[in-house]
């Protein structure tokens, strides 16, 4: 599984959504490949009832395998304003949520975090209504 010609396919309000702070993000002019911008830049957009069901966009619930340790992970992916650690709700512009968002059920990821190079797979993805939380 190729982890670099992944496919980013978001909703048309999640890349509304994104794009206003990808804009205010540092180094977004000269966007890396591992950055929410670059990502932004790639991504294919679709109408927002076209999505497929098993992908990773804002309010989705995922579970991930860290491929080297085999750790699994469960958390949501939300707007900045929504993270909450003890909840389980990472932030989309963090390391891991611009690695997850716009993937697949089934893929594999490799992105730099801050302990490194790491490759996790996408092992389940379930939609969740916005609770504010």
Not at 24 to 47: D, K, Q, T
Not at 74 to 83: G, K, Q, W, Y
Not at 116 to 127: C, P, R
Request: glycine residues 6%.
């Amino acid at each position: 599984m190729s982890n670099k010609k992944n496919q980013v396919i978001l909703g048309q309000e999640d890349f509304r959504m994104l794009k206003q702070f990808a804009e205010n993000f540092p180094g977004s002019p000269n966007a890396n490949e591992m950055s929410p911008s670059y990502e932004l830049n790639r991504a294919i957009i679709v109408e927002d009832g076209e999505l497929p069901a098993d992908s990773i966009r804002l309010n989705s619930h995922v579970k991930v395998r860290e491929l080297t340790s085999n750790q699994e992970m469960e958390f949501s992916i939300v707007m900045p304003a929504f993270a909450d650690f003890k909840h389980r709700k990472i932030s989309v512009l963090t390391p891991m949520g611009a690695a997850l968002i716009g993937l697949c059920k089934g893929e594999t990821v490799e992105w730099k975090m801050p302990a490194g190079m790491k490759k996790f797979e996408i092992l389940d993805v379930t939609q969740v209504e916005d609770d504010g939380l």
